[in-house]
């Protein structure tokens, strides 16, 4: 089974003005795609090769030998997770089982969001922020490069992307107005509803 580069959920300006139809073209078209050619070069004859991207992921995750397989196969699979994350017209509050799980894990939604800012904020160099469920709660957490919240046992619900290449093109060194918009414009609250599910 080739691993292949999935299309986008949604139409490439259909993020506009929060997230440009030219950030989309490079970093689904170009950088999403280098990893997904990158990862099945990597997996060409191996043992993985016809393996999911989670069976991937999980037997190589803290392996030295097998890191460049893992950084390809978390990075296709986050950016994945990342394009459903968001949709046209998100954003604010959520409803549903989202908005209560939040109210009882985290006091309310301006909290969840603070603690969600400060993740994608303070993840030093490239990486991700998310919000997780493990054991039952919810939790927001950051991971630095390709590491995933899958490769440590725990649910991923949502996640922003803070390499870089997600938001320079369009707001240069601004990461904290990237993820203002992200918080407040793009969260996909169905996706993570459904994922809680």
């Known amino acids: 089974m080739t691993i292949t580069l999935p299309d986008l959920p949604f139409s490439k300006d259909a993020l506009s003005p929060a997230i440009s139809a030219t950030t989309l073209d490079f970093h689904h078209g170009k950088h999403h795609q280098t990893y997904v050619a990158n990862l099945n070069k990597l997996l060409e004859g191996t043992d993985l090769a016809g393996k999911t991207l989670e069976n991937i992921i999980e037997k190589t995750a803290g392996s030295p030998d097998r890191a460049g397989i893992f950084n390809n196969a978390a990075q296709v699979w986050n950016h994945t997770f990342y394009w459903h994350s968001m949709k046209p017209g998100g954003g604010g509050s959520p409803s549903g089982a989202a908005a209560q799980k939040i109210q009882s894990d985290f006091g309310g939604y301006d909290a969840f969001a603070k603690q969600f800012k400060d993740a994608a904020l303070t993840q030093f160099g490239s990486g991700w922020a998310w919000l997780v469920l493990g054991e039952g709660k919810l939790a927001v957490m950051k991971t630095s490069n390709a590491d995933t919240p899958i490769a440590h046992g725990l649910k991923p619900l949502l996640t922003v992307d803070v ?17 203002d918009a992200f918080i407040q414009k793009l969260i996909n609250w169905d996706f993570v509803n459904t994922n809680l599910g």
Do not use: P, S
Not at 163 to 179: F, K, M, S, T
């Open 163 to 179: 390499w870089e290449h997600a938001y320079y093109l369009d707001y240069q060194n601004r990461r904290g107005d990237y993820v």
